[in-house]
T-cell receptor, first 113, second 114 residues
Framework: GAGVSQTPSNKVTEKGKYVELRCDPI?????LYWYRQSLGQGPEFLIY????????DSGLPNDRFFAVRPEGSVSTLKIQRTERGDSAVYLC???????????FGPGTRLTVL | AQSVTQPDIHITVSEGASLELRCNYS??????LFWYVQSPGQGLQLLLK??????LVQGIKGFEAEFKRSQSSFNLRKPSVHWSDAAEYFC????????????FGAGTRLFVKA
């Protein structure tokens, strides 16, 4: 079956602009996670959804970052007033009900000029 | 709060030699532990996981890992490395309290020489 998909695969934007990154989880997966991976680092937890609600958003670095999952499936990570330090690969993962195993998407590479 | 340390930034082994990648975690109770592999241009793939029970867990591609509570370690091993194993390896820990926030280590890059 289809895995986790993320769009766009690459996004180049200018400092101060607004961006949206989309994640389509595996069908039937109830949990959805966002991570950020900077060069040479491991993935950094941002936010976790269980269904439509954000169960843990403690990893969001500041109020410029926001994520939604209105129908419990697709999720969008929104970044306002982008800064050069936001440049990274943004990873999305999903898990089936009752299982901790996370299935990762290919990521979106965000470059802020 | 949980944390993960992978002491080795990179390791080089000869093809056919054995491999051990180190991982130490910090967590107040028994955690969920994972090893993931990331090849260039590829997404993260789960190699194995430990939740409870037998402390020696078997994974895909011939990998295994052993949970040692006394040492707060979860080292990854493979008896004979193949050139295709060259990649970045990440150890990760998640709380077992119902929330699934997962913390990753910084990774160990494995180089395999002929």
């Amino acid at each position: 079956g289809a895995g986790v998909s993320q769009t766009p695969s690459n996004k180049v934007t200018e400092k101060g602009k607004y961006v949206e990154l989309r994640c389509d989880p595996i069908s039937g997966h109830t949990a959805l996670y966002w991570y950020r991976q900077s060069l040479g680092q491991g993935p950094e937890f941002l936010i976790y959804f269980q269904g439509t609600g954000a169960a843990d958003d403690s990893g969001l670095p500041n109020d410029r970052f926001f994520a939604v999952r209105p129908e419990g499936s697709v999720s969008t990570l929104k970044i306002q007033r982008t800064e050069r330090g936001d440049s990274a690969v943004y990873l999305c993962a999903s898990s089936p009900p009752g299982d901790n195993e996370q299935f990762f998407g290919p990521g979106t590479r965000l470059t802020v000029l | 709060a949980q944390s993960v340390t992978q002491p080795d930034i990179h390791i080089t082994v000869s093809e056919g030699a054995s491999l051990e990648l180190r991982c130490n975690y910090s967590y107040g109770a028994t955690p969920y532990l994972f090893w993931y592999v990331q090849s260039p241009g590829q997404g993260l793939q789960l190699l194995l996981k430990y939740f409870s029970g037998d402390t020696l867990v078997q994974g895909i591609k011939g990998f295994e890992a052993e949970f040692k509570r006394s040492q707060s370690s979860f080292n990854l091993r493979k008896p004979s490395v193949h050139w295709s194993d060259a990649a970045e390896y990440f150890c990760a820990v998640a709380a077992n309290t119902g929330g699934f926030k997962t913390i990753f280590g910084a990774g160990t890059r494995l180089f395999v020489k002929a």
